[in-house]
């Protein structure tokens, strides 16, 4: 809290522009950034995502300056330049932001406690073959899908598989980056306990929990 980070973003795709479509799939190659949760303000050179487009072959400076009494918290970064974050977002273009407690914030078991951060992305082969079609991309290419009509990956991977020792506490920072699809996740033979939601810790910490649900975004 009360940092300033920068962020050098460059495009290193390449034509096509695409068509010029207003409220449909177009300019694929065209992006931006947008951080999810942070308390910043929406103008440039920051969080402005109406205005800021950055051409292929082209780069833009951000800079975000977070507040004093901003939260520590778990939140997100993705491309939203209209008509082309369905395409970008939606194939798996974004990542985690952490903004860190501050020493002394949090008691000791829990800041000793070892932290993950795991990202759920929903990818819609229908919905990415019929943006990329429309915008005229030519990047976007399926050579084999076999999960169905969506695949869910977790930091990136399909199914994958983490080990945790049994009797000791785990923190992990969970972030729908799905388009459309919740979450409802259980964790059987397991004691769950919640922190915060949406980068904000909850007054009753550590609450009890039998699941938890990871709406779009969240």
């Not at 303000?41 to 833009?60: C, F, I, K, R, Y």
């Not at 395409?87 to 974004?94: R, S, V």
């Not at 983490?162 to 699809?181: H, K, M, N």
Request: glycine share 10%.
């Amino acid at each position: 809290p009360g940092a300033t980070f920068r962020v050098l973003f460059e495009n290193h795709l390449e034509a096509p522009l695409g068509p010029d479509l207003h409220n449909n799939f177009h300019y694929p190659n065209t992006t931006n950034l947008h951080t999810h949760g942070l308390h910043i303000a929406p103008e440039q050179p920051g969080d402005e995502v109406l205005l800021t487009h950055v051409l292929p072959g082209g780069s833009w400076q951000y800079t975000y300056k977070l507040i004093p009494e901003h939260s520590p918290g778990t939140y997100w970064i993705h491309p939203h330049a209209h008509g082309s974050a369905v395409l970008q977002t939606g194939a798996g273009a974004a990542l985690p932001l952490v903004v860190l407690d501050p020493p002394g914030f949090l008691s000791p078991q829990l800041e000793a406690m070892q932290d993950s951060v795991f990202m759920f992305q929903e990818l819609s082969r229908a919905t990415l073959e019929t943006a990329a079609r429309t915008a005229g991309d030519e990047l976007f290419k399926v050579d084999r899908w076999s999960w169905g009509p969506v695949l869910w990956l977790v930091n990136g991977a399909p199914e994958p598989v983490l080990e945790v020792q049994a009797g000791r506490w785990r923190r992990f920072r969970l972030i729908g980056a799905g388009a459309s699809g919740w979450l409802n996740m259980t964790f059987d033979g397991c004691e769950v306990a919640l922190l915060a939601k949406d980068g904000v810790y909850i007054n009753d910490f550590p609450r009890p929990v039998s699941r938890v649900a990871l709406p779009p975004g969240g």
